[in-house]
């Protein structure tokens, strides 16, 4: 066969060879490599046309359930080489026979909403507004913030707002009175919107963190349920999500009753009302447990895993539900920054029990131990 | 910036289905075995499942696949030990043009290509096929149809030829190429 002339210097018997043997020719000119290399891509291109994605896919769907399997069983032993520490970030949470992982990193989905002694319900957006502005108190909202200033008039008849919070959402708020409130997820906190009696008062239900400014002539009142808790100026938290009411103080002096019952409370006391017996009861706390949601942080000293997951569906929103009612008691100590994605917080219980398997279905997240 | 929401399979299924071939052709490329590439993105893919919520793409998701298809493709020849290291690294140099992207996309330079190979001869085609296509030796396609093996190789010169002339992009990125290769050619042990 008659070869037409070329002038472009190639050496084709090269470019032929490296086709046929996979070989580099390794004095290549220039113009050469040009050549072998727009036959590699053409021979690249007509190969890769065999591949079929939708084929590849259902691979990929096989392999990946494999790999499941075995790095779980990789993270075991690594941790038991005193691996962990570099692990942090290589936990996984393994779900057998189930083709989608799903993470837990849902946002809460509820809003903050305050309602208006006139009726009024307002939903609590990130951009700052002023919501009311009248002889009764001026009302402003930076997003996760609400801040009341007295308004001029002295009115006898007490004008009551609601502020409510969902799962997965604290905020911060500031009476009339300058006590600052700072009211955790899915509570509630009935107040006026200026404090123009002999008393303040104000209704929680949930839990609120208060700094209450000092006015001797006006005492500071928090109704939770059957208790209250009776204050001049100082600084606790109140819990009353279930039938109880925990209160836990942190500076001043704080009296709590309950029916014909009271306690007085020092720093780092807490008292105890018992809902179902009725019982009031105080002791000594590490207070940190208990405020450490006040200051964005997640703290729990040797607390249950039942305990540790109820705050967190408060905090994120989430549900969860164990397998075994053993594994709610394992004891876990975490103290962390409170994560934005709840995640992270499975993550970290993890770490410690790798033996945890957390399964998440929507905003539901299953608990159960692997064997 | 381009970071899917990989949490839902189904994004991660779309952007596995989208990317899949064109990331397969830069791994064949560079180890010219059909099997190895697949494996190699297959597995590019699983540690990318894997890792998503470490991992944080800067770009496009379409750049750091190849990067990461073409360095594993890399060390996949070098691990397989059938091909030298001086050889690996001219291949390196010219699978970094490969993937760098020149505006002509994968899919218009296959058409192109598909356009060109029709417009040969019938048993030229076919040859070039049976070589680029089904890796078949010269020698065992010249067995096959019974002919010379020197005319084997002539079809498919002819043919290199006919799509360096006719398919533009075979030509068009030599300065691009030149450059790449002479970096790694620096670098090449002088003997």
């Not at chain 1, 053409?42 to 084929?55: N, P, V, Y």
């Not at chain 1, 941790?79 to 989608?100: F, K, N, S, Y």
């Not at chain 2, 800067?58 to 050889?87: C, M, P």
Request: proline fraction near 2%; hydrophobic fraction near 40%; glycine fraction near 4%.
């Amino acid at each position: 066969m008659q070869l037409p002339p070329d002038n472009t210097g190639i050496d084709w018997d090269k470019i032929l060879e490296s086709l046929d043997e996979v070989k580099i020719p390794q004095d290549m000119t220039k113009e050469e490599l040009s050549a072998m290399s727009a036959a590699r891509e053409a021979r690249a291109l007509l190969t890769a046309e065999e591949f079929d994605e939708s084929e590849a896919w259902q691979e990929f769907v096989v392999l990946r359930e494999k790999s499941k399997h075995r790095r779980t069983r990789i993270i075991r032993l690594a941790i038991a080489a005193g691996l962990a520490l570099a692990l942090g970030a290589g936990l996984w949470i393994a779900v057998p026979r189930q083709q989608t992982i799903q993470v837990a990193d849902a946002l809460p989905a509820g809003k903050v909403r305050l309602k208006t002694s006139d009726g009024r319900i307002i939903e609590l957006e990130k951009e700052a507004h002023t919501i009311q502005d009248n002889d009764i108190a001026r009302v402003s909202t930076s997003g996760d913030s609400l801040v009341y200033n007295a308004g001029a008039a002295r009115i006898a008849q007490i004008k009551m707002d609601t502020l409510e919070t969902p799962r997965g959402k604290s905020f911060q708020l500031l009476l009339a009175d300058g006590t600052k409130v700072w009211l955790n997820a899915a509570s509630r906190l009935v107040f006026p919107a200026a404090f123009n009696g002999t008393l303040r008062e104000v209704f929680l239900e949930g839990e609120g963190y208060f700094e209450v400014t000092h006015k001797t002539e006006q005492p500071f009142i928090v109704h939770t349920g059957n208790a209250t808790t009776t204050v001049l100026g100082t600084s606790f938290n109140v819990s009353a999500y279930g039938a109880s009411v925990v209160t836990t103080l942190s500076t001043g002096k704080i009296k709590v009753a309950a029916g014909q019952q009271a306690l007085v409370l020092q720093p780092d006391e807490q008292s105890t009302f018992n809902g179902q017996d009725g019982s009031l009861q105080k002791k000594m706390v590490d207070t940190r447990d208990f405020l450490a949601w006040v200051k964005g942080d997640l703290y729990f000293d040797a607390v249950s895993l039942k305990s540790i997951t109820e705050s967190l569906s408060r905090y994120y929103d989430y549900d969860f539900i164990f397998d075994d009612a053993a594994i709610g008691q394992l004891r876990f100590t975490l103290d962390m920054r409170r994560p934005a994605m709840l995640q992270e917080v499975l993550t970290q219980l993890n770490t410690s029990r790798t033996d945890l398997r957390f399964r998440v279905n929507g905003r539901t997240i299953t608990i159960s131990k692997q064997s | 910036m381009h970071q899917p929401n990989l949490d839902e399979n189904a994004s991660f299924e779309e952007l596995f289905r989208q990317h899949f071939v064109s990331l397969c052709t830069i791994a064949v490329y560079v180890v010219d075995d059909k099997d190895a590439a697949r494996d190699i993105v297959q597995d590019f893919f699983l540690t990318y499942w894997n890792r998503r919520h470490q991992i944080t793409i800067t770009h496009d998701f379409k750049s750091y696949a190849a990067k990461a298809v073409r360095y594993s493709s890399i060390n996949y020849l070098k691990k397989s030990g059938r091909v030298k290291l001086e050889e690996i690294e001219v291949i390196e140099g010219l699978a970094l043009h490969f993937t760098a992207e020149d505006g002509v996309s994968k899919e218009l330079r296959y058409n192109a290509l598909w356009e060109t190979l029709n417009r040969m001869p019938e048993q030229r085609r076919r040859i070039f096929l049976m070589s680029n296509q089904e890796k078949i030796k010269y020698k065992d396609i010249a067995l096959q149809l019974g002919i010379s093996v020197n005319t084997v190789k002539t079809h498919i010169r002819l043919a290199l030829q006919f799509l360096r002339v006719e398919c533009k992009w075979m030509m068009a990125p030599v300065s691009l190429l030149l450059c790449c290769v002479q970096t790694v050619m620096l670098f090449l042990p002088s003997n």
